[in-house]
């Protein structure tokens, strides 16, 4: 009797591992299927010199190719010398949006800046980046 329990216990416990994955395999497909892709002109722009006390815009510019809108939920400089922009409506697939960086060019000499990009396309932000030199 001992040994018809225990492999009737085995038998759900190993069917049960198998019932598992068609859910996680369809879970996995669908997280595939929702995701877009977003192809940057240039993830990082090098300005050259710029005047000292001139505010300097930078476009950085991106493509939808994937099949789903993409939305740009959030977009931060990463000092308060940067103020951002951004494309407010969805983006169809497709179609092109950008983002606009403005670096106000108060401090003499090099900089680097980033500008991190949240969507609804990628699971990480996106790290645009600028550098130039205020003369």
């Known amino acids: 009797m ?10 759900t416990l190993g069917l049960m591992s198998f ?6 395999n369809a879970l996995v ?7 877009s892709s977003i192809l940057w002109k240039s993830e990082s722009i090098d300005v050259g010199q710029i005047p000292h006390n001139t505010p ?3 476009n950085y510019e991106f493509k939808n190719t994937g099949k789903t ?7 931060q400089g990463s000092c308060g010398c940067t103020a951002t922009d951004y494309t407010k409506t969805p983006i169809l697939p497709g179609k ?3 983002v ?3 670096y106000n ?7 680097t800046k980033t500008v991190t990009v949240t969507t609804n396309a990628e699971t990480t932000p996106k790290t645009l980046t600028l550098k130039g030199i205020v003369i």
Not at 2 to 7: A, Q, R, T
Not at 29 to 35: D, F, R, Y
Not at 105 to 111: L, R, V
């Open 96 to 98: 092109s949006g950008k």
């Open 19 to 24: 019932s598992a994955i068609a859910p996680a």
């Open 2 to 11: 001992k040994i018809i329990k225990i492999s009737m216990l085995a038998l």
């Open 29 to 35: 497909s669908k997280v595939s299927s929702v995701a």
């Open 100 to 102: 606009t960086a403005t």
């Open 105 to 111: 060019a108060a401090n003499k000499g090099a900089f």
């Open 56 to 58: 300097k815009a930078i």
């Open 69 to 75: 809108t993409v939305i740009i939920t959030n977009v």
